[in-house]
């Protein structure tokens, strides 16, 4: 047998080979992997939770811009708002005039009155009553005796008005039931601003008793009301024992109201005596008192004022106080002008009124 010498020795493999792996290394390699997903699901739910944060926050940021936008355009509106009542309230305040606060917020037609008189007030572009109006009215179209308190130019001349309007329409007055209404005031100058006629009388005590007891046709014995405006004026000048003659001579079942400016001791005696003691009263007496605790007897919006001048001037001078107030565009609706002579030996004043 031949044989041939190796050249080269036998060397191991330097390659490995891979064996057979026993349940331990597979358990081990098994677990690797599960706590290999769950450290990436676990970075991926931080990612996603980072992410859903990330979202709500700037969901959030855009819930606070769109409130933000809201919020300002619901202050804007707000302001608008403000701005058109505060100037609502500034239109009616001028349509309501500068009455010094007099004023309420009580409507004429919330009044329950004829349409025809309703009319009326609407054509002389009134609104809303005074205090005296609104706290009187009522009481008198009951039918009650009130007496009433109030400053010169708070509107009692049309607090008692219209009540006596109505009565007389609600009794369906008459021309041939003669006189249902009488207004006794202290000088011709205000009777001037009422209405006068057959049903509704307007005079000055002294006027009204000469009728009483001269006037034969003065028909009275229905008289439904009777009214006395200014009664402080009145005891001024001297008229309280005419007055006295006057309530004898009258039907005693009416309403009676009496008004002043002020009340002092003798205005308070005299309505006493007009209205009688509680025993002797046939209505309910009700008083409705408007700024007792204030001093002036003149409301804050109404300007008054005189002159003495020679009487061959006084046109002279009413004109040009008329031409002064056209140039300056005022309004001459409220304005009421007297004149007067005075004599120095009588003491009587003779009026003249515009």
């Known amino acids: 047998m031949y044989l041939t010498s190796c050249s080269r020795l036998a060397q191991?493999?330097?390659s490995s080979v891979a064996l057979p792996e026993s349940g331990e290394?597979?358990?081990?390699a098994a677990r690797v992997e599960v706590e290999a997903d769950r450290k990436k699901e676990k970075v991926d739910e931080t990612e996603r939770m980072a992410r859903e944060k990330k979202n709500t926050h700037e969901k959030e940021q855009i819930r606070k811009v769109v409130m933000g936008k809201r919020k300002r355009n619901e202050d804007e509106l707000g302001m608008e708002e403000k701005q058109m009542i505060a100037e609502k309230e500034k239109e009616e305040k001028v349509k309501k005039g500068n009455g010094g606060g007099i004023l309420t917020t009580k409507l004429f037609s919330e009044?329950?009155?004829s349409e025809l008189t309703a009319k009326a007030i609407r054509e002389m572009n009134y609104s809303h009553l005074t205090e005296i109006q609104a706290r009187s009215i009522p009481h008198l179209m009951l039918g009650n005796d009130v007496l009433g308190s109030a400053k010169t130019g708070s509107g009692k001349t049309l607090a008692f008005l219209i009540p006596a309007i109505e009565l007389l329409h609600k009794a369906s007055f008459m021309p041939r039931n003669?006189?249902?209404?009488i207004?006794?005031?202290p000088t011709r100058e205000l009777a001037m601003q009422l209405l006068k006629g057959i049903n509704l009388l307007v005079a000055t005590p002294g006027r009204l008793l000469d009728h009483l007891r001269n006037t034969r046709s003065f028909n009275y014995k229905r008289l439904q009301c009777l009214i006395i405006d200014e009664a402080d004026r009145i005891l001024e000048q001297n008229f309280e024992e005419d007055m006295k003659q006057i309530f004898k001579r009258l039907p005693q079942?009416?309403?009676t109201v009496l008004f002043s400016a002020?009340?002092?001791q003798k205005v308070v005696e005299f309505a006493n005596f007009t209205f009688g003691q509680n025993e002797e009263r046939q209505k309910k007496l009700v008083y409705v008192g408007v700024d007792d605790s204030k001093l002036k007897p003149t409301v804050e919006g109404l300007q008054q004022g005189y002159c003495v001048i020679p009487s061959e001037k006084r046109f002279l001078v009413l004109y040009a106080f008329l031409r002064r107030m056209q140039l300056r565009k005022e309004d001459l609706k409220g304005v009421m002008i007297s004149m007067g002579n005075r004599s120095s030996r009588?003491?009587?004043v003779h009026s003249s009124n515009f």
């Open 111 to 113: 009044l329950y009155i």
């Open 25 to 28: 290394s597979m358990y081990a």
């Open 346 to 348: 009588s003491g009587l």
């Open 12 to 14: 191991p493999s330097k």
């Open 262 to 264: 002020t009340q002092n």
């Open 183 to 185: 207004v006794v005031c």
């Open 253 to 255: 079942d009416r309403q």
């Open 178 to 181: 003669g006189t249902g209404v």
